[in-house]
């Protein structure tokens, strides 16, 4: 069996399917967006004509693709490939059919599909908006601002995890790119001098013994010459030395106020959207997300066929096996920022932040 298919499970093939080129289509000609590839440059669709800067290919596309016919975009997005995303950059969340004005980019496809009926898949039509000017790469669904594009990039597949790795539970938006996470999980030629793990390149050798056992920290704080270990504890400095609040996600329907873009989008889908809702056979438990049901439904199998090799526990997700792995690898990856302290697991940092630095904690 080769290693994909000890990847891919059940989910992952029923994802395999082609998305609906026709919403993909639609949702173009229906929203203010600039479709585009990338390879080293921004790249038009419809030309294959390159740019260093994303407003120059905003400025070409409204110039010679303005009056594109959507015979036009549908040959483009065919040249993408149907495995692929559709890459759309939002230049802002207004319709182009009726002119209102929305708030973000999940609330305009759901304005496109109930108000003008168009026949765009809210959970699989493969679009991936980004949010990007001249200086600054974001991401429309959570608001992050990120550096580079690469890195963008690698966020925004975050948000669309149809494919899982049954041996981690890293969660990828295409096959592609879980085939590329594939080969991490395949023996490698280069020891860690430290540890003994193998990589597969010097390279991600390289990013391990600086991450793991130098403790380089690259999340520098844009207003002072700190820097951290990971992004969670930039945000705690910026709000406690910089005074910066957290940011806050606003329900568009009602006056509820969320710290996580992904339980905004939750709650508005199942409280206000009101999607088709997946319903369990055995107890009645409804939910409108697939995802959520696949993981409730192991509740009632009881398979637990990730077995531990060093204690004989089990688990039924593969990610829970990797975290309890941890466990005896001792690998404390969770430092506390203001000692000289580190945990294996996050809970034990958050214990250990209440009873010792409680002051420096962030505002629920």
């Known amino acids: 069996m080769s290693v994909l298919k000890s990847l891919l499970s059940e989910r992952n093939d029923a994802n395999q399917k082609k998305f609906n080129r026709d919403g993909v289509v639609a949702f ?20 294959s004509e390159r740019f260093i800067l994303m407003p120059d290919l905003v400025k070409h596309h409204k110039h ?19 495995g692929e ?63 580079q594009y690469g890195q963008l990039s690698k966020h925004i597949n975050e948000h669309f995890d149809n494919f899982i790795c049954t041996q981690c539970g890293a969660r990828f938006a295409t096959e592609f790119r879980l085939r590329r996470h594939g080969s991490s999980h395949e023996d490698g030629a280069y020891p860690c001098d430290r540890c003994d ?15 793991i056992h130098m ?23 910026l709000h406690v030395v910089h005074g910066l609040k957290r940011k806050e996600y606003k329900c568009s329907f009602c006056p509820k106020v969320f710290k996580k873009s ?3 989008r939750s709650h508005e889908r199942s409280v206000h959207i009101q999607l088709d809702k997946f319903i369990c056979d055995f107890c009645g438990y ?13 509740r009632h199998t009881g398979v637990r066929k990730y077995i531990c090799q060093v204690c004989g526990k089990g688990y039924a997700r593969a990610y829970t096996l990797t975290e309890h792995m941890r466990i005896h690898n001792n690998e404390r990856r969770f430092s506390c920022q203001y000692c000289e302290q580190a945990f294996v697991q996050k809970c034990s940092l958050k214990l250990h932040m209440k009873n010792h630095h409680k002051e420096f904690l962030m505002y629920e």
Request: glycine share 4%; charged share 25%; with cysteine.
């Open 262 to 264: 992904s339980v905004l």
């Open 215 to 237: 403790k380089v920290k690259k999340n520098k704080c844009m207003y002072c010459e700190e820097s951290f270990g990971d992004y969670t504890q930039k945000l705690v400095h």
């Open 197 to 211: 793990k193998l990589f597969k390149t010097t390279e991600s050798r390289l990013n391990h013994f600086q991450r």
């Open 64 to 82: 010679e693709h303005r009056y594109v016919t959507k015979a036009e975009t549908m040959r483009a997005v065919r040249r993408i490939g149907a």
């Open 85 to 147: 995303p559709v890459k759309v950059n939002m230049l802002d969340y207004n319709c182009k059919i009726c002119k209102d004005t929305i708030s973000d980019f999940e609330h305009l496809k759901h304005h496109l599909i109930s108000k003008h009926k168009l026949p765009i898949d809210f959970e699989n039509d493969m679009i991936w908006p980004f949010k990007i000017t001249a200086h600054e790469f974001g991401c429309p669904m959570c608001g992050i601002l990120l550096e």
């Open 286 to 298: 409804t939910c409108y997300d697939k995802k959520h049901m696949v993981d409730h439904m192991i």
């Open 28 to 47: 173009i000609h229906g929203a203010n967006v600039c479709p585009f590839k990338y390879y080293r440059f921004f790249i038009c669709i419809y030309c």
